[in-house]
């Protein structure tokens, strides 16, 4: 079938700093929706259609996993996948879910669908750690056995019944935990109340997405869900929301490079926090009409800043890491308070090779921006940490090699490409073309 070619861990991207980006980009579709999207497509037995699905290795992965389940898989163009889900199996294979823990939002559906489920644990994660308590309480809220054997996580739903779940945690509300609470109950007769719930736009958007399945759905947008059980979903066609951190990062790319772009595809109003945090920095955001924001900077004109992560719609954590470098070229303190993932700063090791001023106390990264980066070698160690250091390698003196490009092609749709489109000096190029001694220990 070939849904997914395997990551191109040999490449790297060269980066020649020192371009002010100019012109104009347009914004693929949203990772964090498009996965759990193709999870709810096997609520139904009948097809469904997602449009605009970003082109990206992790929904490769889903749609690997979608067709190890059984179900028809069929990519019918770039941005848009046919899935057919008629008779599928409740076990997903660990050689696939441990290269991508999204695969976790499998188990509402498989439970909802098949009364039973099994699923590898997700393992660790360089981010931090990122348990999925919350995700199983739920579904044992509503009645369903859980358990693990052997590093899989089972369960049995023959007995699942609506009810009232809290579904916050210590760190805020939980995205795809809300996402399975939903998915598990749209197919449980009776009325499922969800406290505390996920109102990030890819929650709302994963309701739209069920209601025209004809799930029964109030409340998206808010901590508190109220899911009228169906009978049956039915296929649907949907187009998956513009991805908002994909927007914000080439936000960041005008910023840092002090140029002048237009992002067209970006929904503002879903920028919450980040936006306030830009605009205070310095960074003239200027809306054409409903899609199209355009973002000029001076360097005279930018103030240091503090952001906290939060869910949504405070700041990001997916965008820490591209504003932490960003801070790096802004003369005075920004401090960087992360609250979702306390240790997600594995992208500040690489920043001090190329000379940033940056230390990390506990939750805390303080920035002592405005000293001129030099390019260098560095390694990417996640998806956003990857966008940092580009960011950071496209104001750098000379040239950055960003290694371990497979982390970046998880979830951001040809990031380099759409970059030279606006001036930026990219390459990727096969790790053996470097020097022996600058070739990537690990890979
Ligand atoms: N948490 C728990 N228990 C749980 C689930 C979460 O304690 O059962 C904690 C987490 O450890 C974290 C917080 O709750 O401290 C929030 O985690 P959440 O469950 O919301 O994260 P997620 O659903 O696993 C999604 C995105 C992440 C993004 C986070 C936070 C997808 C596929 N992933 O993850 O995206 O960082 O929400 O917004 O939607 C990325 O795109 O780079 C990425 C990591």
Request: with cysteine.
């Given at each position: 079938?070939?849904?997914?070619?395997?990551?191109?861990?040999?490449e790297?991207?060269?980066?020649?700093?020192?371009?002010?980006l100019?012109?104009?980009?347009?914004?693929g579709g949203?990772?964090?929706?498009?996965?759990?999207q193709?999870?709810?497509?096997l609520?139904s037995?009948?097809?469904?259609i997602l449009?605009?699905?970003p082109?990206?290795?992790?929904?490769?992965?889903?749609?690997?996993?979608?067709?190890?389940?059984?179900?028809?898989?069929?990519?019918?163009?770039?941005?848009t996948?046919?899935?057919k889900?008629?008779?599928?199996?409740?076990?997903?294979p660990?050689?696939?879910?441990?290269?991508m823990?999204?695969?976790?939002?499998l188990?509402?559906?498989?439970?909802?669908?098949?009364?039973?489920a099994?699923?590898?644990?997700?393992?660790?994660?360089?981010?931090?750690?990122?348990?999925?308590?919350?995700?199983?309480?739920?579904?044992?809220?509503?009645g369903?056995?859980?358990s693990?054997?052997?590093?899989?996580?089972?369960?049995?739903?023959?007995?699942?019944r609506?009810?009232?779940?809290?579904?916050?945690?210590?760190?805020?509300?939980?995205?795809?935990g809300?996402?399975?609470?939903?998915?598990?109950?749209?197919?449980t007769?009776?009325?499922?109340?969800?406290?505390?719930?996920?109102?990030?736009?890819?929650?709302v958007?994963?309701?739209?997405?069920?209601?025209k399945?004809?799930?029964?759905?109030?409340?998206?947008?808010?901590?508190?869900?109220?899911?009228?059980?169906?009978?049956?979903?039915?296929?649907?066609?949907?187009?998956?929301?513009?991805?908002r951190?994909?927007?914000?990062?080439?936000?960041?790319?005008?910023a840092?490079?002090r140029?002048?772009?237009?992002?067209k595809?970006?929904?503002?109003?879903q920028?919450?926090?980040?936006?306030?945090?830009?605009?205070?920095s310095?960074?003239?955001?200027?809306?054409?009409?409903d899609?199209?924001l355009?973002?000029?900077?001076?360097?005279?004109?930018?103030?240091?800043?503090?952001i906290?992560?939060?869910?949504?719609?405070?700041?990001?954590?997916?965008l820490?890491?591209?504003a932490?470098?960003?801070?790096?070229?802004?003369?005075?303190l920004s401090?960087?308070?992360?609250?979702?993932?306390?240790?997600?700063?594995?992208?500040?090791?690489?920043?001090?090779?190329?000379?940033a001023?940056?230390?990390?106390?506990?939750?805390?990264?303080?920035?002592?921006?405005?000293?001129?980066l030099?390019?260098?070698?560095?390694m990417?160690?996640d998806?956003r940490?990857?966008?940092a250091?580009?960011?950071?390698?496209?104001?750098a003196?000379?040239e950055?090699?960003l290694?371990?490009?497979?982390?970046?092609?998880?979830?951001?749709?040809?990031l380099?490409?759409?970059?030279r489109?606006?001036?930026?000096?990219?390459?990727?190029?096969?790790?053996?073309?470097l020097?022996?001694?600058?070739r990537?220990?690990?890979?």
């Open positions: 079938m070939g849904l997914g070619d395997p990551p191109n861990q040999m790297i991207l060269r980066i020649q700093g020192g371009t002010h100019e012109g104009e980009v347009q914004v949203s990772k964090n929706a498009a996965l759990p193709f999870a709810a497509a609520l037995e009948e097809e469904t449009e605009n699905v082109d990206l290795s992790d929904v490769r992965f889903m749609g690997e996993i979608l067709h190890h389940l059984g179900a028809s898989v069929e990519r019918v163009g770039k941005n996948w046919k899935i889900p008629t008779n599928i199996q409740p076990n997903a660990y050689e696939l879910v441990r290269k823990r999204a695969s976790i939002c188990l509402g559906p498989l439970v909802a669908r098949l009364k039973k099994k699923i590898p644990m997700p393992g660790g994660c360089v981010i931090g750690h990122r348990p999925i308590d919350l995700h199983l309480l739920a579904l044992e809220d509503m369903a056995l859980v693990l054997n052997q590093g899989v996580v089972e369960v049995d739903g023959h007995d699942m609506p009810c009232t779940i809290f579904i916050g945690g210590r760190h805020g509300s939980t995205v795809t809300t996402a399975n609470a939903i998915m598990a109950s749209v197919l007769d009776g009325l499922t109340t969800l406290d505390g719930a996920a109102c990030e736009p890819e929650i958007d994963l309701c739209e997405m069920l209601t399945m004809g799930a029964k759905i109030k409340g998206a947008g808010s901590h508190k869900l109220t899911i009228e059980g169906v009978k049956n979903l039915h296929g649907c066609t949907h187009r998956v929301i513009p991805d951190i994909e927007g914000a990062t080439y936000i960041l790319a005008g840092i490079t140029g002048k772009l237009n992002i595809g970006i929904l503002t109003n920028l919450g926090a980040f936006t306030k945090v830009m605009r205070e310095g960074v003239n955001l200027n809306p054409l009409g899609d199209m355009e973002v000029t900077t001076t360097s005279e004109e930018l103030n240091p800043f503090e906290i992560t939060l869910p949504y719609p405070g700041f990001p954590t997916d820490q890491a591209q932490c470098a960003f801070a790096c070229t802004i003369p005075g401090i960087l308070t992360e609250r979702i993932y306390p240790s997600r700063f594995m992208h500040i090791p690489e920043l001090l090779r190329m000379g001023k940056v230390s990390v106390e506990g939750p805390n990264a303080i920035v002592r921006g405005g000293k001129r030099n390019g260098a070698p560095v990417a160690s998806l940490a990857s966008a250091l580009i960011l950071a390698g496209l104001v003196d000379g950055t090699w290694h371990r490009l497979y982390h970046l092609d998880r979830g951001y749709e040809a380099d490409k759409k970059l489109n606006l001036g930026a000096e990219v390459e990727r190029l096969p790790e053996s073309s020097p022996h001694s600058f990537s220990p690990l890979d």
